[in-house]
């Protein structure tokens, strides 16, 4: 199936490749590093990296301005489903290519390539550009090691061999300079961390292992913190003793809706995001929900999935 995506990149001469709505280092670098490979390969093409930036991923390399091609090919990278591809003309294309490491939720290209065993997206571009004859770049290797790292929380996450045997040709074939490229990814500034400490003081845990915690508007505020550094906070709570799953609850007043941001280190939990206007992975989900009540009914279920769990791992003499 990779080859046949290889031979649409080399039948059209008009290539734009999206990826999903709020952006994330994955997902940004698998559409930059696909795109610049694309271009270096054939410089007559015409390609675009399109979707909304954010200034905190200014390391990566700039995006482009959205414009209608004729004729052209759409690549969607890291994205289960249509409504989460952040893009405002995706009828206009001729053909379609899906390519991602979500569990599948629809169809909607011509051709679909998911791996959800896949660490990230960035981990099946490198590996698409490795079994082709795309061109592969130190730029681009580092764009791609960028996804890989941020995507698996520094290996902690979804790491397999095949993840390993990526990073492992990368630093073998180019000279990358590794505290460079995670103090992009992982400089945070002090007020994350105090509010960091805030979340640990102040986080509910319940007797079946799920920790909560909601951080309002005016807690932003106090701590001088934006919704998206708040719900980022979600991946530094890993490994502790008593939380098995654990979800931060952030009010969003611009938008005007409440972000969740939820871990697991067992139960599967994407199924319930997905009640509740969400998805993603079955131990890294989010989900949007228009008020407390519905948030408070999210956190319900999510502890009665930790309940279930921990009866079963004790009905299997695990615990
Ligand atoms: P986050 O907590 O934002 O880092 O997201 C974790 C995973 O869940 C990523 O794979 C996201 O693409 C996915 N995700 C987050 N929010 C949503 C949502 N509202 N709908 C579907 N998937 C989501």
Redesign the pocket.
């Known amino acids: 199936m990779l080859k046949d995506i290889y031979k649409q990149i080399e039948k059209y001469d008009n290539i734009v490749i999206a990826r999903?709505i709020?952006v994330?280092p994955d997902a940004l670098a698998s559409q930059l590093a696909l795109r610049d490979s694309i271009r270096k390969t054939f410089p007559n093409k015409k390609v675009l990296a399109v979707g909304s930036s954010s200034v905190k991923f200014n390391y990566f390399p700039k995006l482009d301005k959205t414009e209608e091609l004729e004729n052209a090919l759409l690549i969607v990278v890291d994205t289960p489903d249509k409504k989460?591809i952040d893009i405002s003309n995706f009828g206009n294309f001729k053909y379609y290519v899906k390519m991602d490491h979500?569990p599948f939720i629809e169809k909607f290209a011509d051709i679909e390539y998911i791996d959800d065993e896949a660490s990230s997206a960035s981990e099946i571009i490198y590996r698409f550009i490795n079994s082709t004859d795309l061109i592969l770049d130190e730029e681009v290797a580092k764009t791609l090691f960028l996804g890989i790292v941020s995507d698996t929380n520094r290996f902690l996450n979804s790491s397999t061999s095949n993840t390993f045997a990526v990073v492992t040709d990368m630093l073998e074939r180019f000279n990358l300079n590794l505290p460079e490229l995670y103090s992009n990814i992982f400089m945070r500034p002090l007020s994350e961390i105090r509010l960091q400490g805030y979340i640990a003081e102040n986080m509910n845990v319940t007797e079946n292992g799920l920790a909560s915690i909601k951080i309002t508007n005016d807690t932003m505020i106090k701590y001088g913190v934006d919704v998206g550094s708040a719900?980022?906070l979600?991946n530094n709570f890993n490994y502790i003793e008593e939380v098995i799953v654990w979800v931060t609850v952030s009010e969003d007043v611009k938008n005007n809706l409440i972000k969740l941001?939820?871990r697991s280190r067992g139960p599967i939990i994407n199924h319930i995001?997905e009640k509740y206007?969400?998805?993603?992975?079955r131990f890294?989900?989010?989900?949007?929900v228009s008020s407390m009540a519905e948030a408070d009914s999210l956190i319900e279920e999510l502890d009665e999935v930790c309940k279930n769990y921990i009866e079963k791992l004790g009905d299997n003499g695990e615990n």
């Open positions: 999903h709020g994330d989460r979500h719900g980022n979600v941001n939820i995001a206007n969400g998805g993603g992975h890294a989900s989010g989900a949007r």
